[in-house]
């Protein structure tokens, strides 16, 4: 995290470090941009789709617990 005082008055917080050590490991097929938070499907239940394995699960868990810190 870095503290900027350079506006007579106000604190910039900046946690660019912070969110490139997150993004760093994760592999490029997670890799792209986007438009929207979230889609038109975010909410579609796709019938037989198959949960998350338990390496999947922690690190979705990780990387969600690890965003709210940013916010």
């Known amino acids: 995290m870095t503290l900027e005082y350079t506006i007579d008055g106000k ?3 900046k946690m660019i470090n912070y969110i ?3 993004l760093e ?3 490029s097929s997670m890799g792209g941009e986007t438009a929207m938070l979230a889609d038109n499907n975010l909410f579609t239940v796709i019938p037989n ?3 998350l394995s338990k390496s999947g ?3 979705f868990h990780y990387y969600v617990a690890k965003n709210f ?3």
């Open 49 to 51: 789709y198959s949960l």
């Open 11 to 13: 604190v910039q917080v």
């Open 25 to 27: 490991p994760l592999p």
């Open 20 to 22: 490139d050590s997150m």
């Open 69 to 71: 810190l940013c916010k």
């Open 57 to 59: 699960s922690e690190s």
